[in-house]
C-alpha cells in the first residue's frame, strides 16, 4: 500500500472503480428492457386479440361480398337531386315578434 495525504490507496483502485461502474451499466440496461418488455407486453402494443370468425378464406370472401354490395348500392343511388325535388325552407313572411 502506499501513502497519500494520509489515506490508503490500493493499487489498481481504479480497475475497481471501472468493475463498479460496468456492473452499474449493466444494471441500469438490465432495468429498463425489464420495463420495455413489460410495457410492450402489458399495454397492448403486441397486437390486439383476432376474434376466430375474422380469420380465414370464409371471412375474406364474406368481407368481399359486402364491400360489393356496398359499391352496388352507392351506384344505384342518384349521383344528383332533380330540381323539383328539393325542398327549400323559407323563413316566415309574418314577423315573428311584435311589439
Known amino acids: 500500500m502506499t501513502e497519500t495525504s494520509g489515506i490508503d490507496v490500493k493499487k489498481g483502485a481504479g480497475e475497481t472503480m471501472k468493475a463498479r461502474w460496468r456492473v452499474h451499466q449493466l444494471r441500469e440496461l438490465l432495468v429498463g ?3 420495455a418488455g413489460f410495457l410492450l407486453a402489458g399495454c397492448g402494443t403486441v397486437g390486439a ?7 380465414g378464406i370464409e371471412a375474406k370472401l364474406r368481407q368481399a361480398e359486402q364491400e360489393a354490395q356496398q359499391r352496388q348500392a352507392l351506384r344505384s343511388q342518384p349521383r344528383y337531386q332533380p330540381i323539383e325535388e328539393e325542398t327549400v325552407v323559407l ?9
Open 33 to 35: 428492457l425489464w420495463w
Open 49 to 55: 386479440p383476432i376474434a376466430p370468425e375474422d380469420v
Open 91 to 99: 323563413p316566415p313572411l309574418q314577423p315573428i315578434t311584435t311589439q
